[in-house]
């Protein structure tokens, strides 16, 4: 069974402040995706990575897949009050790229 | 191009009744994959449907089955509900690659609410 960790569960920040969320399993992924979750409504894709060490930036976020693969990190700099919500990672390997194992989920919480 | 669409977003049981979710993937995606997410047991996957077949099957008892049409519109069937069912249900939507990488999008989501 694949798993992932995500870390920290819950974070309270406020506006202005830097965090990372980490998104760790013992098994490799062919691809991983970070989706942000409003209450109430579907995760929206953030990005999609599938190579090892690959790095995406999308505006103040910072995207990082590990070489090997098994693990992943989302970067905030400078977090606003937006960026509330949570946060889940979800990795899928080749044999079962329809079935996403999903991280418990960063609850972020940035105050003005 | 419009995104993926459930229906209903809110619904409403009684324990024993049997309850049907439907998904419109995105356009010219052929993959729908369901998955409950609950409070304590987060997302969970459920089954996913390609080309009308059962691709995979996550560990869900047999009240929860599904099926999709040849428009790739799929459906979600439980029966026989359980206070536990209580949950958001949520469809992917993708292309249909078995490769990994290809992204796949969520819709909204259908509240149900065993009563």
């Known amino acids: 069974t694949q798993l992932l960790e995500q870390s920290p569960q819950f974070l309270s920040i406020q506006e202005g402040e830097n965090l990372t969320v980490y998104c760790n399993s013992s098994s490799v992924f062919s691809s991983l995706q970070w989706y942000r979750q409003e209450p109430g409504e579907g995760p929206v894709l953030l990005v999609t990575?599938?190579?090892?060490?690959e790095v995406k930036k999308l505006k103040r976020l910072t995207f990082q897949f590990g070489d090997a693969r098994k693990d992943s990190s989302l970067h905030i700099t400078a977090a606003q009050p937006g960026d509330t919500g949570l946060y889940l990672c979800a990795g899928a390997t080749d044999t079962n790229a329809g079935k996403s194992t999903f991280g418990d989920g960063t609850t972020l919480t940035v105050k003005p | 191009k419009a995104g993926v669409t459930q229906t209903p977003r809110y619904l409403i049981k009684t324990r024993g009744q049997q309850v049907t979710l439907s998904c419109s993937p995105i356009s010219g995606h052929r993959s729908v994959s369901w998955y409950q997410q609950t409070p304590g047991q987060g997302l969970q996957f459920l089954f996913e449907y390609f080309s009308e077949t059962q691709r995979n099957k996550g560990n869900f008892p047999g009240r929860f089955s599904g099926r999709q049409f040849s428009n790739s519109r799929s459906e979600m069937n439980v029966s026989t509900l359980e206070l536990g069912d209580s949950a958001l249900y949520l469809c992917?939507?993708?292309?249909?690659?078995?490769?990994?990488?290809?992204?796949?999008?969520f819709g909204p989501g259908t509240r149900l609410l065993v009563l």
């Open positions: 990575v599938v190579t090892g060490g």
């Open positions: 992917a939507s993708r292309g249909g690659s078995t490769v990994g990488g290809e992204t796949q999008y």
